[in-house]
């Protein structure tokens, strides 16, 4: 079984400044990666996704995020926040060899960007 | 661009309704998911649908739960006798492997047990 930790709840940034939100994950066989981004009163939308080869993809938004297969963990991180990055993001992972793909989501992470 | 839809956005009921929630997904995917989340808490998922059966479940989907998928559009999830903790927000997903690697999230149904 999988399990997914964003270590962060809630993170405060002022807009213009840097953001990194942390995940970790733990499976006991390879795994696909996701983040999701979900704005208020709004579904889940998908921001990057890791499923093989470079370890850093990019997003939309300007999002990006690392995978580290040693410390196993998937952080997301923006060189620079906008107001309009203030949202829940979630962190997400599904099993390779899982044909139903279901996937487990950690607590998410609520980014507040402030002016 | 293709999406999943959901109705209805909002739905109340009384506890020891029954409710069923309704799905339209990308109509080229053959996989298809219902997730909730709680307010204020994580998604967490539900169960996974492939050729007509239920392929996987997590715990939560217990035998008030029954998904459906009447004809070839709709997928609904029906909970038989709601209780007050099963108020959350019920997203579908659906799945077009394996020309596609990611699910793709329908907007979601707020359901209200009063």
């Known amino acids: 079984a999988q399990s997914v930790t964003q270590l962060d709840s809630q993170v405060p940034v002022f807009e213009e400044a840097p953001v990194e939100l942390r995940c970790n994950y733990s499976s006991s066989v390879s795994v696909y990666l996701f983040w999701y981004v979900q704005y208020p009163n709004q579904g889940l939308q998908l921001l990057l996704k890791?499923?093989?080869?470079?370890?850093l993809v990019k997003g939309i938004n300007g999002f990006e995020a690392e995978f580290n297969k040693s410390q196993t963990s998937f952080h997301l991180r923006k060189p620079s926040v906008h107001i309009s990055d203030t949202a829940e993001y979630f962190c997400?992972?599904?099993?390779?060899?899982?044909?139903?793909?279901?996937?487990?989501f950690g607590g998410g992470t609520r980014l507040m960007v402030k002016p | 661009e293709p999406e999943v839809t959901q109705t209805p956005s909002h739905q109340v009921t009384q506890m020891g309704q029954e409710v069923i929630l309704r799905c339209v997904p990308i109509?080229?995917?053959?996989?298809f998911y219902w997730y909730r989340q709680i307010l204020g808490q994580k998604v967490e998922f539900l169960v996974s649908f492939y050729n007509n059966e239920i392929s996987e479940k997590s715990e939560i989907f217990d035998d008030q739960f029954s998904v459906e998928r009447p004809d070839g559009s709709n997928f609904t999830l029906k909970i038989r006798s709601t209780k007050l903790e099963d108020s959350a927000m019920y997203f579908c997903a659906s799945w077009g492997a394996p020309q596609e690697d990611e699910q793709y999230f329908g907007p979601g149904t707020r359901l209200t047990v009063t």
């Open positions: 997400a992972v599904s099993e390779r060899n899982n044909a139903g793909n279901m996937l487990t």
């Open positions: 890791y499923l093989s080869g470079s370890t």
């Open positions: 109509s080229n995917h053959l996989y």
